[in-house]
């Protein structure tokens, strides 16, 4: 399986609903990644978790609450979200050797609406 | 800190020419360097990428240069197709999980 999943592909949501996403991956990858994007933007990085521990927060509002649940799965808490939130919430996977840095795989993205 | 500037920032060819994208970086300790490809609601696919100890790469159509000594590297696209508009990201990374993405090319391909 060499596929990054992410559900749900869209939600809306008002501001005082709590949701989560779900990110998914099998390919034994170590380090699991939230991007958030704008249209027309880069990928902007939110989360880094290397083996399931939390190694990079990109200063990111408390209002977003990642979980890393075991080394296939990473969820994205939202609770309290604001209408600039709305954006393309995209998961990504890599491995997590010596080298540092390596290839980035990544899922289709939840397309997130907060009005 | 951390900077990846790209150009152009718009590209328009006719179909069967070449496309050129350049971005250059700031941190030396850089030494990944992909490349992805974003179609419109789709999600970025890795496309080519290319590591400190190499200065070109090629796969089919597309290669990829990097100078390390200028801190710039660049995309290359050779008989370019209408299925090859999209946007473009170039990203930078080094000894940390982190990418830092140049803020994207879009590539229009005229039939």
């Known amino acids: 399986d060499t596929e990054v999943t992410q559900t749900p592909k869209h939600l809306v949501m008002g501001m005082t609903n709590k949701k989560s996403l779900k990110c998914e991956q099998h390919m034994g990858h170590r380090a699991m990644y939230w991007y958030k994007q704008k249209a027309k933007k880069p990928p902007e990085l939110m989360f880094v978790y290397s083996y399931e521990k939390l190694s990079i927060n990109e200063?990111?509002?408390?209002?977003?609450?990642?979980?890393?649940?075991?080394?296939?799965?990473?969820?994205?808490?939202?609770?309290?979200?604001?209408?600039?939130?709305?954006?393309?919430?995209?998961?990504?996977?890599?491995?997590?050797?010596?080298?540092?840095?390596?290839?980035?795989y990544f899922g289709p993205g939840t397309r997130l609406t907060v009005l | 800190g951390e900077n990846v500037e790209q150009h152009p920032s718009t590209l328009?060819?006719?179909?069967?020419?070449?496309?050129?994208?350049?971005?250059?970086?700031?941190?030396?300790?850089?030494?990944?360097?992909?490349?992805?490809?974003?179609?419109?609601?789709?999600?970025?696919?890795?496309?080519?990428?290319?590591?400190?100890?190499?200065?070109?790469?090629?796969?089919?159509?597309?290669?990829?240069?990097?100078?390390?000594?200028?801190?710039h590297f660049s995309l290359h696209i050779t008989e370019t197709q209408p299925e090859d508009s999209a946007v473009y990201f170039c990203a930078c990374g080094g000894a940390t999980n982190k990418l830092i993405f140049g803020t994207g090319t879009l590539l229009a391909v005229q039939p």
């Not at chain 2, 020419?17 to 030396?28: P, Q």
């Open chain 2, 12 to 71: 328009s060819v006719q179909e069967g020419d070449s496309a050129v994208i350049k971005c250059t970086y700031s941190d030396s300790a850089s030494n990944y360097f992909p490349w992805y490809k974003q179609e419109l609601g789709k999600r970025p696919q890795l496309i080519i990428d290319i590591r400190s100890n190499v200065g070109e790469k090629k796969d089919q159509r597309i290669a990829v240069t990097l100078n390390k000594t200028a801190k």
């Open chain 1, 59 to 104: 200063s990111v509002p408390s209002r977003f609450s990642p979980e890393c649940p075991n080394s296939s799965l990473l969820n994205l808490h939202l609770h309290a979200l604001q209408p600039e939130d709305s954006a393309l919430y995209l998961c990504a996977s890599s491995q997590d050797g010596p080298a540092g840095v390596d290839t980035q």
